[in-house]
């Protein structure tokens, strides 16, 4: 069975860090793109970042660049991270984990992936 669960999340401070892990099973998730995308209240769901299934390849919103970094460790079972660094207020979502049905590339198309967590609250403070 396909487990994708997200952890992490909190309250931190403008200005502040946190790492959000994303923990994949039940699948050879190791082969396949992952990426992270967050949906703030009132608002459609958004691409934030992804990685592809070596790593070898990254793509960010341009509202996330030089702020956030994806990586993920494929030594046991996929386990993809996102460093997130500066954050601000309108940083404040659910940030959900997805793991892609596609093998290259790093998409940003929500369509493109076929197993999502429950997500994570993520909560920045003025």
């Known amino acids: 069975q396909v487990h994708v669960v997200e952890s992490g999340g909190g309250l931190v401070q403008a200005g502040g860090s946190l790492r959000l892990s994303c923990a994949a099973s039940?699948?050879?998730?190791?082969?396949?793109?992952m990426g992270w995308f967050r949906q703030a209240p009132g608002k459609e769901r958004e691409f934030v970042a992804a990685?592809?299934?070596?790593?070898?390849?990254?793509?960010y919103a341009d509202s996330v660049k030089g702020r956030f970094t994806i990586s993920r460790d494929n030594a046991k079972n996929t386990v993809v991270y996102l460093q997130m660094n500066s954050l601000k207020p309108e940083d404040t979502a659910v940030y959900y984990c997805?793991?892609?049905?596609?093998?290259?590339?790093?998409?940003?198309?929500?369509?493109?992936?076929?197993?999502w967590g429950q997500g994570t609250q993520v909560t920045v403070s003025s």
């Open positions: 039940g699948g050879t998730f190791s082969s396949y793109a």
């Open positions: 990685i592809s299934w070596g790593g070898s390849t990254t793509n």
């Open positions: 997805a793991a892609s049905l596609i093998r290259f590339g790093s998409s940003s198309n929500p369509a493109e992936y076929g197993y």
